[in-house]
T-cell receptor, first 116, second 111 residues
């Protein structure tokens, strides 16, 4: 079965550079979530999109922005990178059309960002 | 800040043993999910719970949604080496909402 695809899998950047992370949800999934996981920590919610509109916002720095496109893929843009931005960034997707009790979010393999 | 308290933080298992871990919260969640994460990989969904009091099994895994909707536990029976990893509970307030994760339980093999 198709899973969530994230690219790149690994990214190395210098301080103050910019980075773009991409997420391709499971086919027919219309909702995308971004999470950040620091070393030894649990994933923290950043932002989510449903039908190309922002649906919720968590602890996402102002230096970061994201969007969802017409094909439902999403991109997380990160500017003025700081050392503390080094983390695993996960995208998860869900089919909101499921309604009812089907609330499962399926995670991608993540992008490991290292800021030097 | 983190709303879910997951315990234990880490535990050692010997093949064949049963394993238990739990999550508690000061607030109500309407969905509880349990994920397993291997190093450098994304969390993989193990079990989803939707109703207070619900007991759900998935192979050797059994999870329960606490009656107060503020807690959940996960049991792994007859553990095997591939059960090693980090297990996270996650709570969700409403359908489609963000997930709030517990701190994780790191399951290791006894030396």
């Amino acid at each position: 079965a198709a899973g969530v695809i994230q690219s790149p899998r690994h990214l190395i950047k210098e301080k103050r550079e910019t980075a773009t992370l991409k997420c391709y949800p499971i086919p027919r999934h219309d909702t995308v979530y971004w999470y950040q996981q620091g070393p030894g920590q649990d994933p923290q919610f950043l932002i989510s999109f449903y039908e190309k509109m922002q649906s919720d916002k968590g602890s996402i720095p102002d230096r970061f922005s994201a969007q969802q496109f017409s094909d439902y893929h999403s991109e997380l843009n990160m500017s003025s990178l700081e050392l503390g931005d080094s983390a695993l960034y996960f995208c998860a997707s869900r089919w909101r059309g499921a309604g009812g009790t089907d609330n499962e979010q399926f995670f991608g393999p993540g992008t490991r960002l290292t800021v030097l | 800040g983190q709303q879910l308290n997951q315990s234990p933080q880490s535990m050692f298992i010997q093949e064949g043993e049963d394993v238990s871990m739990n999550c508690t919260s000061s607030s109500i969640f309407n969905t509880w999910l349990w994920y397993k994460q291997d190093p450098g990989e994304g969390p993989v969904l193990l079990i989803a719970l939707y109703k207070a009091g619900e007991l759900t099994s998935n192979g050797r895994l059994t999870a329960q949604f606490g009656i107060t909707r503020k807690d959940s536990f996960l049991n792994i029976s007859a553990s095997i080496p591939s059960d090693v990893g980090i297990y996270f509970c996650a709570g969700q307030k409403a359908a489609g909402n963000k997930l709030t994760f517990g701190g994780g339980t790191r399951v290791l093999v006894k030396p």
